[in-house]
């Protein structure tokens, strides 16, 4: 990377770069890929307003916000609320504190004089989201990059790279009530998140790694599992019994069983590397055969209609659905 930023653009990086947790990022960033170029990092204060007498930070998972060198006027704040609904959040709460010492906000009085003055600081904005740590870091995350483009937070001619290391190995899905691999399920699990795997899936981390420059992912790579009995209980987490196992991943698991090294590795996507360097603000402007918005390839004219032989090769039919209410 070194090598191709200075060849391709001038630009000289100096490696090695700093390595940061995926729970460190998420937490100060609100991202996996966090932008190093500008500050205006989330701050925790869930412990700081467990005895607020406003109920919403009280009472919430969490209470994270960002603290903006800027006084921002009502309609303003109304508008990063709006924005801030779209991405999720129930509402956006603020504490504006003025140049003459004044503190504009609904629910100053809710918070007591002792975390007014630790938080005063004039002429400065903070805005709050409390809510589950993974939508608050996420509408966070999304409002700090917002305001650091508006308020041209962001030194364009800086090019900060760091890796993010010990991703999540596990997510949770609200609406199927089940957890799935956060990567895929054959990513390793670190030594440490072994056994918690198994009892919380939701708090073991992966020997998975990301190349981030600028806030974008410029590679990505992992560690694969190599023990057959860790696969299996990988899978067993994930809700796939053995007879499932044995139907879908049996191929894997009795090459595993023949023995296998420790194996991993990186990758990058040439068409986002050209995305990187020559600034482009969408990947499709550097791919060679680019879909437009509905799936539709002008290179080679893809998707076509198979013919009936390419569909009986493949042991596939087509079946055309009528609306039995229209009559």
């Known amino acids: 990377m070194q090598r191709i930023w200075l060849e391709c653009i001038g630009v000289e990086l100096e490696p090695p770069f700093p390595r940061m947790s995926w729970d460190e990022a998420t937490l100060r960033f609100g991202s996996d890929r966090p932008d190093l170029r500008f500050g205006l990092e989330i701050q925790d204060v869930t412990g700081e307003t467990r005895?607020?007498?406003?109920?919403?930070?009280?009472?919430?998972?969490?209470?994270?916000?960002?603290?903006?060198?800027?006084e921002f006027s009502r309609s303003e704040v109304q508008a990063l609320e709006a924005q801030a609904k779209s991405w999720g959040a129930k509402g956006l709460a603020y504490l504006v504190f003025r140049a003459d010492g004044?503190?504009?906000?609904?629910?100053?009085k809710f918070l007591g004089d002792d975390l007014l003055e630790r938080w005063r600081d004039p002429g400065q904005t903070l805005l709050f989201v409390a809510d589950e740590p993974r939508l608050a870091a996420k509408v966070l995350g999304l409002l700090r990059l917002q305001l650091g483009r508006e308020l041209d937070l962001i030194d364009e001619t800086?090019?900060?790279?760091?890796w993010v290391v010990d991703m999540a190995a596990a997510e949770f899905d609200d609406e199927t009530g089940t957890w799935h691999a956060a990567h895929h399920p054959f990513t390793r699990p670190t030594d440490e998140s072994i056994e918690i795997f198994k009892t919380d899936p939701g708090a073991a981390r992966a020997v998975a790694y990301d190349l981030v420059g600028n806030g974008l992912e410029l590679a990505g790579g992992s560690f694969r599992i190599h023990e057959p009995e860790l696969q299996q209980q990988v899978f067993e987490n994930l809700g796939i019994g053995p007879e499932e196992q044995q139907e879908k991943f049996g191929f894997l698991l009795d090459a595993l069983?023949?023995?296998?090294?420790?194996?991993?590795?990186?990758?990058?996507?040439?068409?986002?590397?050209?995305?990187?360097?020559?600034?482009?603000?969408?990947i499709r402007d550097t791919q060679a055969f680019p879909k437009n918005q509905v799936?539709?390839?002008?290179?080679?004219?893809?998707?076509?209609?198979?013919?009936?032989?390419?569909?009986?090769?493949?042991?596939?039919?087509?079946?055309?659905?009528?609306?039995?209410?229209a009559g």
């Open 51 to 70: 005895g607020s007498e406003f109920g919403v930070f009280a009472n919430a998972p969490c209470v994270r916000y960002l603290a903006v060198a800027r």
């Open 102 to 108: 004044e503190v504009s906000s609904p629910i100053a």
């Open 158 to 162: 800086q090019w900060r790279f760091l």
């Open 295 to 325: 799936g539709f390839d002008y290179m080679t004219g893809a998707p076509i209609e198979l013919t009936k032989e390419q569909l009986d090769e493949l042991g596939l039919a087509v079946t055309v659905e009528t609306d039995s209410s």
């Open 257 to 282: 069983a023949m023995g296998a090294p420790p194996h991993g590795g990186i990758a990058s996507g040439i068409d986002r590397l050209l995305m990187a360097l020559l600034s482009e603000p969408r």
